[in-house]
């Protein structure tokens, strides 16, 4: 069964940082490009950012570019993201997700996520 897990999230001052975490099992993790998408209160889900499944390839959406970075150690089976130079309109619900397809690159939210971790980011 594909098990994916958040944490990391929490409530941060505008220009503050964090790190999350998804930490998988159940499936050939490093056999999988991975991504984190997003989902502002009352808004749908927006893709954020894509890592290739060897982490050589990494893409974000326009409005994160330069401020966060995805990474992730297949020997922990882990997927990160850090976040920083943090904007009250990046508070949302972070997910990370896992394409139906191995090695595949996908840029929207299709396919399985975990429970989310929460971002708030607050004066």
């Known amino acids: 069964e594909v098990q994916l897990v958040e944490s990391g999230g929490g409530l941060v001052q505008p220009g503050g940082s964090l790190r999350l975490s998804c930490a998988a099992s159940g499936f050939t993790f490093g056999n999988y490009a991975m991504r984190w998408v997003r989902q502002a209160p009352g808004k749908g889900l927006d893709w954020v950012s894509t890592?290739?499944?060897?982490?050589?390839?990494?893409y974000y959406a326009d409005s994160v570019k330069g401020r966060f970075t995805i990474s992730r150690d297949n020997a922990k089976k882990t997927l990160y993201l850090q976040l920083t130079g943090l904007k009250t309109e990046d508070t949302g619900m972070y997910y990370c997700v896992k394409g139906d397809a191995q090695y595949r690159i996908y840029f929207n939210s299709d396919g399985t996520r975990g429970q989310g971790t929460q971002v708030t980011v607050s004066s």
């Open positions: 890592i290739s499944n060897g982490g050589e390839n990494t």
